[in-house]
């Protein structure tokens, strides 16, 4: 549906920094159109939309990784990391630098999907040789 294809281009896209021209451009849709039709799906607007996306991604990633807040900063899709700082301590009462400190205090979490993929990779394929050579002998 629409509202499918709407969500699947905005979460896939949404730490890029296009504009919502872009945006409606990759919808097929003009700009007007795209708002509205972006906020009857979502039911708010797309910058409030992007930035709780960035937001949310960012905070995962100081919990999970050990990249610093520059990196994160721009990995998120923020261009500036004072700009960062600001909006992040607005939405979760601390800045981003404090959080990871309070929260490495208490727990650690490691999140590395690339390696439980790897180790996914790596049993499947380590069973193929051994069923090749059933199959083949």
């Not at 992007?50 to 999970?64: I, N």
């Not at 959080?99 to 394929?125: C, G, M, W």
Request: with cysteine.
């Amino acid at each position: 549906s629409r509202a499918d294809n709407l969500r699947q281009t905005m979460e896939a896209n949404c730490l890029f920094n296009l504009t919502l021209e872009n945006y409606a451009r990759l919808n097929n849709l003009s700009l007007s159109s795209f708002k509205r039709h972006f906020f009857s799906v979502f039911h708010m607007s797309p910058g409030q939309w992007l930035l709780r996306q960035k937001l949310d991604y960012a905070h995962k990633l100081l919990l999970t990784s050990d990249r610093s807040i520059s990196e994160i900063c721009f990995e998120s899709g923020f261009e500036d990391s004072t700009n960062f700082s600001h909006v992040f301590k607005k939405k979760f009462g601390e800045s981003p630098l404090k959080f990871r400190a309070k929260f490495n205090r208490h727990t650690v979490i490691k999140y590395e999907p690339r390696s439980q993929i790897v180790d996914l990779f790596n049993k499947v394929f380590a069973v193929i040789p051994i069923y090749l050579y059933w199959t083949i002998k």
